[in-house]
């Protein structure tokens, strides 16, 4: 049989295209031998044409990602091709990907314009238009918002003959000291700061994972999050688009001053505007990102020359898109300690006047000096941007952005109604445990458009920052095996903790009082407590093994009171404050009951953690009973009572097979372990872990789970794409 020609003699002629969604970091990609491009940065997508692609022949794509110089990140970054690469083939000088933007002229009527850089028509919902630069009124339009996530589709076709397909929503921003605004409602930002792994799959970005991380954040009452600290990947932003996420896409963790050794501040002047037009224009017809972000965190702008490179991002970003605010998520304290020579990251660079392009310690924790001081100092790092010195100080550079974000500065926000009466701003990382007096500010400055709490969702590095330990140790520093953060209100599994309740709670969006429990099975000893997390309370009441241990109850609710009942039996009556009761009780299995009464003791509401009954068992669950071939599915690997209840209290170390599949993961939400997620064994923590798997081509897909004595297995149905 002859081999068929690859390439094609059909790409004789044409564009060829790769496109990189992500290389972590220094790729460099060469073709048959001869480089074509270098791309330093590891979050920011590029394009490689194969100019010299052989048609017919044989050729070799290489690409070569150089992660060997450590430490470059302050969280765990992975290192190769962690996201999708693409091919595309296009007609010389036609249309090539990100060339067509969609954009929102006006709302009532909807009348979205056009642009492309060559001729084109298209169509949508039955209208069209042709040229280069052209509006399109659309009758009777369904428009996009968190809430009601509508989204169109244009078609658009080439006169060189090429084709695609633009996904869009009909959307418009606006913004004042009189709030934020999507298609002319006020808009308050229930936010989450998210950083870019995938959890227990470490770097890898599967479209999957990301919609059941928005779907997730989205059930918890979250309607937007902020992409920590570089831009979101292409799947993350698709799946807010369909569900009704907001979006704040965010480029760099820092500029020309390095917090790593080795990480992008070396590149930062070379490469900042490529970088950012990489975001912006990849951005452009995604109608869930509201606002970029040109930064986290950076002490550049105390001088001079900081601000004259922020103001030029933010030039830059108006230029590719006006239609978007710029803001940058800003610690004052950092930017005034950083005035007076006093770094905060321990590289030292984030001192002014310190040499660029030339790194200084190697192997230095760079948030480890930041984290010490926040455990002293606390929630005072909140007033830490208070004094006139260092409004004065980052007062040019926070009117040069068209909404400000204040990194754990919300002593400013009352100030800020005289001090700076036009100013919009956000907090763009809070702690959680706060959120009670920040939301009160939200709902009381319409200046304030919103709160990010950090973190959202947990993640892999910086570990221990949020952890709550039994063992012992500072709660600044945790030494290797920590190695998850701690800090999320929803843990790398998916399952949210009492500070994501607390936070819907505050939000208005429980209908019940929410009822969560600390560890009861730590009898006698006090944990260490992290700044980052308020709590550790989960919601159960399954302890096994523990009856007679202090239980420290936590119950949320917006009503004036709350009751608390075990097994029918009043446990006492309780006023809410800041939408929190607390009430010390004796563990015992059962029932566990909270109501809530309004303030004239009437009462609003119920809720109850029941638990595990019988001998604890091994349970397998998929989240879908049917998959798609290829596609990822997750599959939770709980230990249970026969009731379905979770047990908190009977951990086992289970190893997990799959069938008809491949087992990508399996590992649990342990924050310090050295049990590691690709070997098909680990343990559960508070009896949960979970598997993910792809599935095969037919069939099924059956996940077993052994701990050497039980085993129990479950299977999803395979459907051929």
Known sequence: MKKPSWPPSEWAGKDVLVEFEGVYKNASISLNGQELCFHPYGYTGFFVPLTDLKIGEENTLTVVADNSKLPNSRWYSGAGIYRPVWLYVCENGGLTPESVKISTESINPAVIRVQSPVSVRAEVAGITGEGTDFTLTIPEARLWS?????????????????????????????????????????????????????????????????ERRVRILKENGFNAI???????????????????????????????????????????????????????????????VILYSIGNEVAEPCEQKGIDAGRAMVDLCHRLDPTRPVTCGTNLMIIGRAAKGQGIYQDGEQKTGGKEGKPEKEGQNASLMFNIMASFVGSGMNKGGNSPKIDALTTPFLDSLDIAGYNYGSGRYPLEEKAHPNRVLFGSETFPQDIWKNWQMVKKYPYLVGDFMWTSWDYLGEAGIGAWSYTGGMPFNRPYPWILAGAGVIDILGIPDGSCKYASTVWGLENNPVIAVRPVNHPGVRPSKSVWRGTNAIMSWSWAGCEGNKAFVEVYSDQAQVELLLNGKSLGRKKVKECKAYFKVKYAPGTLTAVSFDAGGRETGRSELISASGPARIAVRPEKAKVMAGEILYVPVNIEGPNHIVESAADRKLSVTVDGGEL????????????????????????RALAIVRAGESGNVTVKATDGKETASAAAEIESN
């Open 146 to 210: 968190a809430e009601e996530p509508n989204l169109y589709t244009a078609k658009i076709t080439a006169a060189e003959g090429d084709e695609t397909e633009v996904t869009f929503g009909i959307r418009q921003i606006t913004w004042s000291n009189k709030g934020l605004f999507i298609n002319g409602k006020e808009t308050l930002l229930r936010g989450g700061c998210v950083h870019h792994d995938s959890g227990i799959l470490g770097a890898a970005t599967y479209a999957e994972s990301e």
């Open 226 to 288: 902020r992409s920590s600290h570089n831009p979101a990947s292409a799947a993350m932003l698709e799946a807010c688009d369909r569900l009704g996420m907001y979006v704040m896409d965010e480029t760099f963790d820092m500029w020309y001053n390095r917090k790593n050794p080795y990480d992008y501040g070396l590149d930062f002047k070379d490469w900042w505007e490529k970088d950012t037009t990489a975001m912006v224009v990849r951005d452009y017809n995604h109608p869930s």
């Open 664 to 687: 990508l993961a399996f590992g649990s939400a342990n924050p310090c372990t050295e049990e590691q997620y690709h070997t098909g064994s680990f343990t559960t923590y508070y009896g």
